[in-house]
């Protein structure tokens, strides 16, 4: 069944004030446009980690020690590729020219995903509506996971903020062998229609699935054989889906962000469209220097929702600027302080989620 998407209320004051206080810093402090010099140094280095790490595990290591840490060393490098090149490029946001950012994107179709799939589930659905069930993609993650209130509950969910991080060890593997081939053979994400790859945007994507079935699979195989292949495989792969979806559910998934059900059509969502990315979006741990740079300032989600086309080097500049509007208009900015304090508030979140009660306020709330 085709689903309808929401409508929001027209924009209200507080979107205009954060555009224009946000135009108001980036004109007047000297800075790279879009990422400048600092994006290209951390591309560098967080790819040639991991083509080193990748060319070390195949050529070089031979014994289970020597093998496991580079298969570790490569998971963060793949994630790391994923945070800081291939999202930025996702949103225009890695290069001044339409051709760098789309190279930039193209980066996750040599990870074993389509760019083209994510453009219009991570871009369009995902950021357009976030934490509104149905239509938001990331709060789909099949019927063993309830995210939202708004979703229907099985007995098994009470147990999810257990067995969670065993199913986003699946994530990137499921998205290979699954997800974005039924997605273009249906054309459908969550129920929405989605226009399926022609010409270069079909070339491209089989390109990258043959890419990467190539270095991940045939390759190494012809050197170390199927089942080592396929162990190390899953080990790397399976790492890099738990650090990928733990970073995507610290921004939503937590305590602390509201969660929506999909309006009937003929009704408006309940805030308007800045509102809404503030209420269903938390950051974390803007302390550290360390998961910003390797996160790609995606423990900054409320500026990336809010300004998803500035490169997320500026993202710890503009966050000041944005909790000042945000204060003048009595909107919270809502925040966990540490990568704990996000981790605990997701767990807690599964947990109410898997819970009774959780059906039991929403009908209340509703
Ligand atoms: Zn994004």
Not at 82 to 94: L, P, V
Not at 222 to 243: P, S
Not at 339 to 352: E, N, Q, S
Request: net charge positive.
């Amino acid at each position: 069944m085709q689903r309808t998407l929401p409508k929001y209320p027209p924009h209200g004051a507080l979107r205009n004030e954060l555009k224009a206080a946000v135009q108001a810093y980036l004109d007047g402090a000297p800075h790279d446009s879009p990422g400048g010099w600092r994006i290209f140094r951390k591309s560098l280095v967080i790819g040639g980690i991991a083509v080193g790490s990748y060319l070390l595990l195949l050529l070089v290591a031979t014994a289970w020690w020597q093998a496991i840490p580079l298969s570790v060393v490569l998971a963060f490098a793949l994630a790391g590729i994923g945070f800081n090149i291939m999202h930025d490029g996702g949103h225009g946001s890695y290069a001044s020219h339409r051709a760098g950012n789309r190279m930039a994107a193209m980066t996750l179709d040599i990870l074993g995903g389509s760019s083209y799939v994510w453009r219009f589930k991570h871009n369009f659905l995902h950021h357009s509506y976030p934490n509104v069930a149905g239509v938001d993609d990331d709060l789909e993650a099949g019927a063993l996971l309830r995210l939202s209130p708004h979703q229907p509950r099985m007995r098994i969910h009470r147990f999810q903020h257990w067995y969670a991080w065993l199913l986003y060890g699946a994530l990137a593997v499921k998205w290979h062998v699954v997800d974005d081939y039924r997605d273009v053979i249906t054309g459908r994400v969550a129920g929405h229609r989605m226009p399926r790859p022609r010409g270069w945007d079909l070339v491209q994507f089989l390109a990258g699935k043959l890419i990467f079935i190539s270095w991940a699979f045939v390759i190494p195989i012809w050197i170390h054989g199927v089942w080592l292949t396929l162990a190390f495989y899953l080990l790397c792969f399976g790492m890099m889906g738990v650090i990928m979806a733990a970073v995507f559910q610290l921004a939503h998934c937590v305590e602390g962000a509201d969660q929506f059900d999909c309006p009937e059509s003929t009704e408006r969502l309940e805030h308007d469209w800045a509102e809404q990315q503030l209420a269903t979006t938390v950051n974390f741990a803007r302390g550290s220097r360390l998961l910003t740079w390797y996160l790609g300032g995606l423990n900054y989600q409320v500026e990336h929702h809010l300004f998803p086309k500035i490169s997320h080097v500026h993202y710890p500049a503009v966050a000041e600027v944005v909790r000042e509007v945000c204060l003048r208009h009595h909107v919270a900015y809502r925040e966990h302080v540490t990568l704990w304090d996000a981790l605990t508030a997701h767990a807690r979140h599964l947990r109410d989620m898997g819970h009774a009660s959780a059906v039991a306020a929403s009908a209340a709330a509703a």
